[in-house]
Nanobody
Framework: QVQLVESGGGLAQPGGSLRLSCVVSGLVFSAYSMGWYHQAPGKQRGLVAAIFSSGTTTYGDSAKGRFTISRDDATNTVYLQMNNLNSEDTAAYYC?????????WGQGTQVTVFS
């Protein structure tokens, strides 16, 4: 079965950085687009960034210029490097893949930015 396991969340100060990782199993990782989403309390889950199997990337407005998504097909891992964090980045972050019409999510990793 498809499994996604995130890690790397935690506490950061404004202007700080964090790097999230998501290890995927149960599918041919290199063939799939991967995404990172975030969800703050009381808000809808929204796209942070996505990376296609070709390596092409796309970003949500809040992530542009600050976050970088990347992938390592050798280790079935997708990363999200988050720089210049601010309080609005506080949320649970989820890794996502769609396979055969089904959506798969990781368990989420919490990012909290505080001063």
């Amino acid at each position: 079965q498809v499994q996604l396991v995130e890690s790397g969340g935690g506490l950061a100060q404004p202007g700080g950085s964090l790097r999230l990782s998501c290890v995927v199993s149960g599918l041919v990782f290199s063939a799939y687009s991967m995404g990172w989403y975030h969800q703050a309390p009381g808000k809808q889950r929204g796209l942070v960034a996505a990376i296609f199997s070709s390596g092409t990337t796309t970003y949500g407005d809040s992530a542009k210029g600050r976050f970088t998504i990347s992938r390592d097909d050798a280790t079935n891992t997708v990363y999200l490097q988050m720089n210049n964090l601010n309080s609005e980045d506080t949320a649970a972050y989820y890794c996502h893949v769609r396979s055969n019409g089904d959506d798969y999510w990781g368990q989420g990793t919490q990012v909290t930015v505080f001063s």
